[in-house]
């Protein structure tokens, strides 16, 4: 699987974060300021603990970045749950669990074209967070549209929808 670079820079600061803690990072580890290469392109989940019925943890984005929404059509992600954006599709829910389970970064590339025609697929990035260093109480997550070359085939890829000016001889 190819990841962008940008993503493996993510994941880089990451394990920074968690070699300074020698813990899972703190939510608190990742200020606007660090997080400013990447920011339309994070969202921060919260992970909901089960319920009596349900033993399962449920996952809620807290905070999309614009770039976020925009690869779900342009509607805001903000205070849903991952299972209901996937109802009736293919759940990323199971690499939300993963990374809870395993208390480690997972990425995976999620096909994304029936929520958009201009990103076909989507490279992302899950990494756990915690404040006590222990239990996974926030997956933080990074995501970028793959190129036409990345992707090995002819998807939907970003492409400009304003034409743009000629550069100056």
């Not at 990451?14 to 939510?27: G, K, N």
């Not at 919260?46 to 319920?51: D, F, I, K, L």
């Not at 239990?135 to 990345?150: F, H, K």
Request: charged share 20%; with cysteine.
């Amino acid at each position: 699987m190819t990841i962008p670079q940008q993503l493996k820079a993510l994941e880089a600061y990451w394990m920074q974060q968690q070699a300074r803690r020698q813990a899972l990072p703190d939510r608190s580890a990742f200020g606007p300021l660090d997080l400013r290469p990447w920011l339309g392109h994070l969202a921060m989940i919260v992970v909901e603990p089960g319920s009596p019925d349900n033993a399962a943890p449920r996952f809620r984005v807290t905070l999309s970045g614009s770039q976020m929404d925009d690869y779900r059509g342009g509607l805001s992600i903000t205070n849903r749950y991952i299972d209901e954006l996937c109802q009736g599709r293919i759940s990323t829910e199971v690499y939300f669990r993963r990374a809870v389970a395993s208390r480690q970064p997972v990425s995976f590339v999620h096909d994304n074209s029936q929520h958009s025609i201009l990103y076909g697929r989507i490279a992302k990035l899950l990494l756990p967070l915690s404040q006590d260093g222990n239990r996974v109480d926030r997956i933080l997550v990074g995501a970028y549209a793959l190129s036409e070359a990345a992707q090995g085939e002819t998807l939907c890829a970003p492409r400009r929808l304003m034409p743009q000016p000629a550069l100056a001889a």
